[in-house]
């Protein structure tokens, strides 16, 4: 099969192409899932949330076709829609994905029980910005600069929010005791 990062497939899928749809279906919702489900903490809300990010991607398909990192352009929609979600789950007004609420986060598992629950833990106590680019890092294989345009900050930021976090999350699990 094709690369679907290929600019051919970008002029198809603005065209309504399903085989372009379909690659770029197969290439990101995987990575788009995993890190909607580490962001809101339960699986059916992150299908939600990757279903409405490619029912908005058909929706704008001609406008898609001219942006210039398709992959930072689908997490920004998921991130947009994740905090949406997250407001309508508390009925709180929310501008960013900063603002979704802790506990909502907390209990976010990062894959399908692939990590333990010690690094779960760890993982959960990061502040809000720092746990944000590690998933994005780790579970959506985004670039720190991709991340940045995602999050809105330089990529050195998104850097250094990946080091913090890692430095962080070392330091918790050698505290943890070892089973």
């Known amino acids: 099969m094709a690369d679907p990062t290929d600019d051919r497939w970008w002029g198809a899928l603005a065209h309504g192409g399903e085989r372009a749809f ?8 995987a990575g788009l899932l995993r890190v909607a489900w580490a962001m809101l903490g339960s699986r059916e809300e992150a299908e939600d949330c990757v279903q409405d990010v490619f029912v908005g991607l058909v929706r704008s398909r001609q406008a898609v076709a001219a942006t210039a990192n398709f992959r930072a352009y689908l997490f920004t929609c998921l991130r947009h829609r994740v905090a949406r979600q997250a407001q309508r ?4 007004p929310m501008r960013s994905l900063d603002d979704v ?3 909502a986060l907390a209990a976010a598992p990062l894959s399908d029980g692939a990590r333990s629950v010690a690094l779960e833990l760890a993982l959960a106590r990061l502040p809000s910005e720092q746990r944000e680019v590690v998933v994005l890092k780790i579970d959506g294989g985004l670039t720190f600069a991709e991340i940045a345009a995602v999050v809105g900050v330089a990529p050195n930021t998104a850097a250094s929010r990946y080091r913090y976090a890692l430095e962080k999350l070392r330091a ?8």
Do not use: I
């Not at 379909?22 to 919702?29: E, G, H, S």
């Not at 918790?172 to 089973?179: D, F, G, I, M």
């Open 172 to 179: 918790a699990l050698q505290e943890e005791p070892h089973v």
């Open 101 to 103: 609420p802790e506990a």
């Open 89 to 92: 789950r508390c009925r709180l």
């Open 22 to 29: 379909a690659a770029v279906y197969d290439q990101f919702a």
